[in-house]
């Protein structure tokens, strides 16, 4: 394990490279993406789409920032990306991921359209497999 990042570079690249080095934001303006590595040092791969629903990136000419905060994985890392600085959060709490996942769910459905919760595939199969009026005895 890498110690902790304290500051991030960027680079604009068309495509996210397969190997990506700390310390570094590679940001996809085509594809609307931005990726790095943990800054905690695990070396986990966090991608951060870029959209009304995903993160916002400002570009101040010398330095990125995102928005919302960077948090969860398996690590537990929770931190914020000011100005190509990484300013560390608490660690958020499971019922805190939980709650910060159905959220951004609940935006991107909003703004794409997307199927109400009930109605979703899964939804509907685990309702058919719970009934156990149509289980065979």
Excluded at 14 to 40: N, W
Excluded at 53 to 77: K, M, Q, V, Y
Excluded at 91 to 107: F, I, M, R
Aim: a positive charge; one cysteine or more.
């Amino acid at each position: 394990m890498s110690p902790r990042i304290a500051h991030l570079d960027h680079s604009f690249v068309r495509f996210i490279p397969d190997d990506l080095q700390d310390g570094v934001l590679y940001v996809s303006m085509e594809y609307k993406t931005v990726a790095h590595r943990c800054c905690c040092g695990c070396g986990e791969k966090v991608v951060t789409p870029i959209s009304p629903a995903g993160w916002e990136l400002t570009f101040d000419g010398r330095a990125i920032s995102l928005s919302p905060s960077i948090g969860g994985g398996t690590c537990n890392s929770h931190y914020f990306i000011r100005r190509g600085r990484v300013q560390w959060a608490r660690p958020l709490t499971k019922a805190e991921a939980g709650s910060a996942l159905l959220h951004d769910q609940a935006v991107a459905d909003r703004l794409y359209g997307g199927a109400p919760r009930r109605n979703r595939w899964w939804n509907r199969l685990w309702a058919r497999v719970a009934r156990p009026s149509d289980r065979p005895q």
